[in-house]
């Protein structure tokens, strides 16, 4: 059965927010932080360079916060091997990388890690 607007029910308060992730912190990792938990959402959008993913995390020692895939983060989104619902543990690593760009100059960076229950 379908109303032309549905509204609740006697008895009910409708929840309403500005922003449903207000209160919800961005988590940048540095070298040596890992994040732990449970995947709560995964977001995926298109911006100037390109595919992004935000994912939302229930972390065990932060609580719930976002973080934007980066490296093997990211390949892990893209290639659907990132599953609400599911553990995961991220790291950004400790040991810098050099990257050599096509134009022959070099980026130093800390590459980040992504790992899945499961493994022995």
Do not use: C
């Amino acid at each position: 059965m379908s109303t032309e607007r549905p509204t609740p029910p006697d008895g009910y308060e409708q929840f309403e927010s500005e922003d449903p992730d207000s209160d919800v912190p961005t988590v940048e990792l540095g070298p040596g932080d890992v994040l732990e938990g449970l995947v709560l959402d995964l977001t995926e959008g298109e911006g100037e360079y390109g595919p992004w993913y935000r994912l939302k995390i229930k972390d065990e020692s932060r609580g719930v916060v976002r973080y934007f895939a980066k490296d093997e983060v990211k390949r892990a989104a893209a290639s659907d091997s990132i599953e609400v619902g599911e553990q995961i543990w991220v790291a950004m690593d400790t040991d810098e990388v050099t990257l050599e760009r096509d134009d022959g100059s070099t980026h130093d960076y800390n590459p980040t890690m992504v790992a899945f229950p499961g493994g022995d």
